[in-house]
C-alpha cells in the first residue's frame, strides 16, 4: 500500500543501519548525562512530516525508537486515513502505541499519558532515545507537563457531592443538552469551549460530577497558571523539534494526500465501519475522514445489497455512473480536504501558543523547499541537518538550548490562560465560536469572514435604501 509522504530522501549514509544499537556505526552514542532524562519531541501540523524525520534520526542516532502522540492513529483500523506509517517505511525502527486500542472505545489524554509513560522509560532502561511523534498537542501536553485536571480531580474526591454523575445530566446523550447543563452550573467554563465540543463538555461535566467545584475554578486557579501548559518540572528533559512549512505548501500536499489515499483503499476502510445509527463523537469514528462519507454511504446502501457493500471495492465506488452518488463524493472529498486543512490551521495555531504563551523551547525547522524540491537531497540539507544539529547539542547538554524561565513568561502565560476564556461569536459567518483574541483576530483577517461581512454590509446597505424609498 503506498502512502504520499514528504519528498523521498535516502539516509545520509548507506553504512547505517536503519535503526542503529548503541555502538553501531557512526552513530552518535547517547552520552552519559546529569540531569533528567533526554526524550525528543517531533511536532507540526498533519502532513508536515514528523513521521518520516523520526525515522530518519534513527540513522544518525543510536537507540531510537518511535512513540507515537496521535488520537486516532492509537486506534485499531482505517490505517490509511490516519495515515499510520506502513511497516516498510517503518526501516526496522520500532514504534509504539499505534494500533493498540478497540476503535469504539474513548481513549483520553489521561489513558495516553499511563500508556506513554512506560513505554518511555522502558525505552530508557535499555539504553535508548524515545522521540515523540504526533499531531495530538494535547497528547504531548499531557505527557511532558506535570499537572492534568484529572489528577485534581482525583486529589478532590472527599470533596465529592454526588455519587452518581447522572445527577448532574451527564447520562444525557444530548450534546447541546449537555451544553446548556453546563452553562446552568458553570458559565465561564461554558464560554471556553464551542457548543459543539461533545468530549470537552462531557469531562467538564465529569468533573463536576467528580469534585463538586466548578470547572472554571479548577482552570483558574494559582496552580493552574503556573503549571498547566508548561514543561517546567517534568520528569524528562525534552528536546522539540517542530517541522513546519508555509501554509500554501501544506494545504497542496494534504490535497494530494486525499486523493492518494482514495487510490488506497481510504473508501473501503470508512465503508467497513460505517453505521447509520453510529455516533460520530466517541472512538474512532471521530477521525476527520468519517463522518464526511455519511450522505455519500446512506445512498450508496439504498442502491446495494448488504452483502454487495461490504464486497464492494473503492474503485467500484469511485467509477459510479450515478450523477447524484457522484455529486456526493465529491463533495465529501471535498469537504474531507477542506476539514484536514483547518485542522493544519488549528495544529500551528497550537503550536505557535506553546511556544509563545506557555514558554515552550519549540526548535522551528521549516520544510517549505524541501516540499517544493523533487529530490530528497532538500529533505537532507533543509530538515534532517538542521534538526540532527540541535539533537546533538541538545544530547551534549547544551545550555543554549534551554527553555527560558524568566518571570516576564511566567507573568505572560497567565495573562494568555486567563484570556483563552474569552469567547468571540462572528455573527457575519453563522454564528461561529472563536476562543481568545489571537484566534478572533486570526479569523476577522480571513478571506472567508471578509466576503461573508463585505455581503452582510452590502445587504444592509440595499434594505436600507429600499426602506428610503418607501418613505
Not at 187 to 214: C, D, F, M, S, V
Not at 366 to 386: M, R
Not at 401 to 422: P, Q, Y
Not at 446 to 451: A, D, L, N, Q
Request: aromatic share 6%.
Amino acid at each position: 500500500m503506498s502512502h504520499l509522504a514528504a519528498p523521498a530522501s535516502p539516509l545520509s549514509s548507506p553504512s547505517l543501519s536503519p535503526n542503529p544499537m548503541p555502538g553501531d556505526g557512526d552513530s552518535s552514542p547517547l552520552p552519559e548525562r546529569g540531569r533528567r532524562k533526554a526524550v525528543l519531541v517531533v511536532m507540526g501540523a498533519t502532513g508536515a512530516g514528523k513521521s518520516r524525520l523520526a525515522v530518519d534520526l534513527a540513522g544518525h542516532f543510536a537507540g531510537v525508537e518511535v512513540v507515537s502522540a496521535d488520537s486516532m492513529q492509537v486506534y485499531r483500523g482505517l490505517d490509511v486515513l490516519t495515515n499510520k506509517v506502513p511497516l516498510h517505511e517503518q526501516k526496522g525502527v520500532p514504534h509504539h502505541l499505534l494500533s493498540i486500542v478497540d476503535p469504539s472505545v474513548e481513549f483520553t489524554c489521561r489513558d495516553f499519558r499511563h500508556h506513554a509513560l512506560p513505554i518511555i522509560e522502558d525505552i530508557l532502561d535499555r539504553g535508548g532515545l524515545p522521540v515523540v511523534v504526533g499531531g495530538t498537542n494535547f497528547y504531548i501536553q499531557a505527557l511532558v507537563c506535570p499537572f492534568l485536571f484529572e489528577d485534581m480531580a482525583e486529589d478532590m474526591q472527599g470533596c465529592t457531592l454526588s455519587d452518581h454523575p447522572d445527577d448532574t445530566g451527564l447520562a444525557t446523550d444530548d450534546v447541546r443538552s449537555g451544553y446548556e447543563h453546563l452553562k446552568e452550573i458553570d458559565p465561564i467554563a461554558a464560554q471556553r469551549i464551542h457548543p459543539n465540543n461533545h468530549r470537552k463538555i462531557k469531562r467538564y461535566l465529569e468533573l463536576y460530577a467528580t469534585t463538586g467545584a466548578q470547572p472554571s475554578h479548577l482552570f483558574q486557579g494559582e496552580a493552574a497558571e503556573d503549571k498547566w501548559g508548561r514543561p517546567n518540572n517534568s520528569r524528562f528533559d525534552c528536546c522539540f523539534l517542530w517541522v513546519d512549512a508555509d501554509l500554501h505548501v501544506l494545504d497542496n500536499y494534504v490535497n494530494g494526500r486525499v486523493d492518494c489515499m482514495i487510490n488506497d483503499g481510504l473508501l473501503d476502510e470508512v465503508c467497513n465501519i460505517y453505521n447509520p445509527n453510529a455516533a460520530y463523537t466517541q472512538g474512532l469514528r471521530q477521525a476527520i475522514g468519517v463522518r464526511e462519507f455519511d450522505e455519500f454511504f446512506r445512498l450508496y446502501g439504498t442502491k446495494k445489497e448488504p452483502d454487495e457493500i461490504k464486497t464492494g471495492s473503492s474503485t467500484s465506488m469511485v467509477d459510479l455512473h450515478d450523477d447524484k452518488m457522484k455529486s456526493l463524493l465529491n463533495e465529501a472529498v471535498s469537504q474531507l480536504k477542506a476539514n484536514t486543512r483547518r485542522l493544519v490551521r488549528r495544529q500551528r495555531r497550537r503550536l505557535h501558543r506553546l511556544n509563545k504563551d506557555f514558554g515552550w523551547n519549540l526548535h522551528r525547522i521549516d520544510a517549505t523547499e524541501a516540499f517544493q524540491c523533487t529530490t530528497g537531497h532538500s529533505w537532507n540539507i533543509k530538515v534532517i541537518k538542521p534538526c540532527t544539529d540541535v539533537v546533538r547539542r541538545f544530547l551534549c547538554n547544551d545550555t543554549t538550548l534551554a527553555s527560558k524561565n524568566s518571570s516576564d513568561d511566567i507573568v505572560g502565560t497567565r495573562v494568555a490562560s486567563r484570556e483563552l476564556w474569552t469567547q468571540y461569536v462572528c455573527e457575519a459567518c453563522d454564528n461561529r465560536v472563536l476562543r481568545g483574541a489571537h484566534e478572533w483576530e486570526q479569523h476577522k483577517q480571513g478571506r472567508g469572514h471578509r466576503k461573508r461581512t463585505q455581503r452582510l454590509k452590502q445587504k444592509c446597505k440595499i434594505k436600507s435604501t429600499a426602506s428610503e424609498v418607501e418613505v
